[in-house]
């Protein structure tokens, strides 16, 4: 399973959203250290703009998603 490491921002939205039991540690860098699955690796990476940060990139989808649920 891929590891990625996420800023404070990017797991406080994860929590809000998605309700999640996976371990989630703390780094000396003050980001969080998570696991994910292979798939989802693969959507971010499809997703992911030029540059972009793995938090930025988590940031930015759970917003557009956001976005469009209060639309429908």
Do not use: Y
């Amino acid at each position: 399973m891929p590891e990625i490491e996420i800023t404070d921002e990017c797991r406080a939205l994860m929590a809000a959203e998605f309700p999640f039991e996976q371990a989630v540690r703390r780094l000396r860098n003050g980001e969080w250290q998570m696991q994910i699955d292979a798939e989802t690796w693969r959507r971010l990476q499809k997703v992911r703009r030029h540059g972009e940060t793995i938090s930025d990139c988590i940031i930015r989808v759970i917003i557009v998603t956001q976005h469009k649920r209060g639309l429908q």
